[in-house]
């Protein structure tokens, strides 16, 4: 804030003393106007920094809940329902070639070719691609997406959309360093939307 002060009468008349007067009024205002939007603009940035954060810390705790999978015992031939979609593995093979003989693809590990029937009981498609984290195939830590060598199996299927209320049967091809029948598989499926939890099937039958 500006104060002015008059020494003496001489120098200064009035009217250049009221002009004087009402710029420092003017200016001091000014400088009051700058200090209380500043207060304003922190209050307000404060406030959508909060905003903010609880927003991540709630998407984050979303995300994270959908990481873990349903501890739900499944197995083969069972009907798995997540994000309003059905699967269902029906068979499961082990190989180490897949295609015919003319065509085809040959590994020296493994091979897990499954066969699984998908329902989409959504209102919309339900999008699905080998690399989408839709379908993948747990042993322990390790976790496999569906191999590209799926284009090889007879029914194999890599992306594209399930129609709203359509049902698809295909086969999808994962390569592993053992067998199906050596170590103890989990297909890990999930449904459509972000909501959608994951849930295990395990590759074996019920007892």
């Known amino acids: ?9 001489d120098g200064i008349n009035k009217k250049q003393k009221n002009y004087l007067q009402k ?12 200090k209380t939007n500043k207060k304003k603009n922190v209050i307000r940035n404060v406030f959508i920094c909060l905003v903010v954060v609880s927003v991540v810390i709630i998407a984050l705790a ?20 997540t994000g309003n979609v059905d699967f269902k593995v029906n068979s499961v093979d082990n190989t180490q070639h897949i295609g015919t003989q003319y065509v085809g693809k040959d590994t020296e590990n493994n091979f897990v ?13 339900f999008s699905f691609n080998l690399t989408d984290g839709k ?3 747990k042993n322990g830590d390790a976790l496999y997406d569906i191999s590209s060598n799926t284009i090889y199996a007879v029914d194999g299927y890599i992306w594209g959309d399930i129609e709203a209320g359509t049902t698809k049967t295909f086969e999808i091809v994962f390569e592993t360093p053992t067998a199906t029948t050596a170590d103890t598989y989990v297909l890990v499926v999930k449904g459509k939307g972000l909501t959608a939890k994951k849930v295990g099937i395990k590759i074996k039958t019920r007892n």
Do not use: H, P, R
């Not at 804030?1 to 009468?9: F, H, T």
């Not at 873990?68 to 015992?73: C, F, K, R």
């Not at 070719?113 to 498609?125: P, S």
């Open 1 to 9: 804030m500006i104060v002015l002060k008059w020494k003496g009468k």
């Open 113 to 125: 070719v499954i066969n699984i029937t998908v329902k989409n009981n959504n209102n919309t498609a």
């Open 62 to 81: 979303v995300i994270g809940s959908n990481l873990s999978v349903d501890n739900t015992e499944f197995f083969i031939g069972d009907v798995v329902t």
């Open 135 to 137: 379908c993948q195939l």
């Open 23 to 34: 710029q420092t009024t003017l200016y001091n205002t000014y400088m009051n106007d700058i």
